[in-house]
């Protein structure tokens, strides 16, 4: 996953619920899982019961605690207004798209269970910063909620790309993807080297969308697939100038191998989702923000 060691877990909790009964002497006034006082609910928590918690199974984690943030991290809170206006462009721009294209079935069994919005910015210990991190494909935080500006180009580069990334991590943990990807470039993979100096021109000659596709065969899948679906043809265009005829055949082999994995194993064309993503991020100005406060 981006940036982060990523955490494999199983959890058990439904099987420890369906033993417990009252008779087992449980003290259910002191449970753990307290119901939210409706009281304390604002209109926007009410927004988003409604329209991502209950279509999508999903909790949104937008008031800070330092519990559920990195603790290698100095973060500040994501402001309120920006915390509103970034989840209805995450309905609009990224669940939708994929209900629109695979059916809100999809996004709901598949979606990332939980998102925690951070207001600044976050630096791992080699100061590269980090956009967003990822929890075994169960929890994203987004961080630089606090910069969001409301343009296609900022979005997909700053959170969606980053957001198309890891969902598709969770895809290809799913269902694999043919290993005749990982051979194309199979001796170019450099893992952690990749931060030492690799520049975006060099791994582009070399047949890689970023520096950071260059550490191993899922990050290059995954980067690829985000790059794609979230650029324009001007700026793929653009991203594959730099790595001439042949860094551009080697890239363009990578694309055609997800193209058919994803029509093979998921059933849907990357092109029609890419062009779904892109109209939609391009509408995102003209969305009719709800103002809760």
């Known amino acids: 996953m981006k940036k982060i060691n990523i955490i494999y877990f199983v959890v058990a909790l439904s099987l420890a619920l369906g033993a417990c009964r009252k008779s087992d002497g449980v003290d259910e006034g002191n449970s753990i899982f307290q119901p939210k006082d409706p009281a304390t609910l604002t209109a926007f928590d009410h927004w988003i019961t409604k329209n991502i918690s209950y279509p999508y199974n999903i909790d949104i984690l937008y008031k800070y605690t330092d519990i559920n943030t990195d603790p290698r991290f100095i973060l500040t809170p994501a402001d309120i207004d920006k915390s509103q206006k970034m989840l209805q462009v995450v309905k ?13 079935d999809f996004t709901r069994k ?116 985000s790059r794609f679906i979230t650029s324009t043809d001007k700026k793929w265009a653009a991203l594959l100038a730099p790595g001439g005829a042949e860094g551009t055949a080697i890239i363009n082999k990578k694309l055609n191998i997800i193209r058919e994995y994803a029509r093979n194993s998921w059933g849907f064309e990357l092109d029609e989702l890419r062009a779904v993503v892109l109209r939609r991020s391009e509408r995102v100005t003209q969305l009719p923000f709800i103002e809760f406060n």
């Open 92 to 104: 609009y721009a990224w669940l939708e798209a994929y209900d629109e294209v695979l059916g809100v």
């Open 110 to 225: 598949y979606a990332p269970k939980q998102f925690m919005f951070v207001g600044s910015s976050a630096f791992d210990s080699g100061n590269t910063k980090v956009l967003a991190t990822a929890e075994g494909g169960v929890k994203i935080t987004m961080y630089e909620i606090n910069q969001m500006k409301l343009d296609a180009e900022s979005l997909s580069e700053n959170y969606f790309h980053v957001i198309h990334h890891e969902f598709s991590h969770i895809l290809h943990q799913t269902k694999n993807y043919s290993t005749d990807f990982q051979k194309i470039s199979e001796s170019d993979y450099i893992k952690d080297d990749w931060a030492s100096g690799i520049t975006e021109e060099t791994a582009r000659k070399k047949g890689f969308v970023s520096a950071y596709a260059m550490s191993e065969p899922n990050e290059d899948f995954a980067e690829t697939y």
